[in-house]
């Protein structure tokens, strides 16, 4: 059984691999414009506020990120001070946010 109807999902800090969070981004990209978000951001929202800074995020998060960053273009502000990436978030998300 399948449900069709699950559009938002918030699958932060859950101790995926890089490749393994790339997974998840090509199946939600497989469902055309049906997923709207893995890290849990709500429609219309402008700014990720306060839920991303000091998460304790990780790499593979960092991709979970980007693919909403590349479906809501209604997000003008993204606040990650205090995360303890294993590296520079920035060139991940450019880099994910390119390959969209």
């Known amino acids: 059984?399948?449900?069709?109807?699950?559009?938002?999902?918030?699958l932060l800090r859950?101790?995926?691999t890089v490749d393994g969070a790339q997974l998840l981004v090509e199946a939600a990209q497989a469902k055309g414009d049906q997923i709207k978000t893995l890290i849990g951001i709500a429609e219309?929202?402008?700014?990720?506020?306060?839920?991303?800074a000091s998460a304790y995020l990780g790499d593979a998060d960092v991709v979970?990120?980007?693919f909403d960053l590349s479906v809501n273009a209604t997000v003008t502000s993204l606040d990650l001070s205090g995360d303890?990436?294993?590296?520079?978030?920035?060139?991940?998300?450019g880099a994910v946010g390119a390959e969209a």
Do not use: C
């Open 1 to 10: 059984r399948v449900n069709a109807t699950v559009t938002r999902l918030n």
């Open 84 to 93: 303890p990436f294993d590296s520079d978030p920035t060139h991940k998300i």
């Open 44 to 52: 219309g929202q402008t700014s990720t506020g306060s839920m991303l």
């Open 64 to 66: 979970l990120i980007a």
């Open 14 to 16: 859950n101790k995926f």
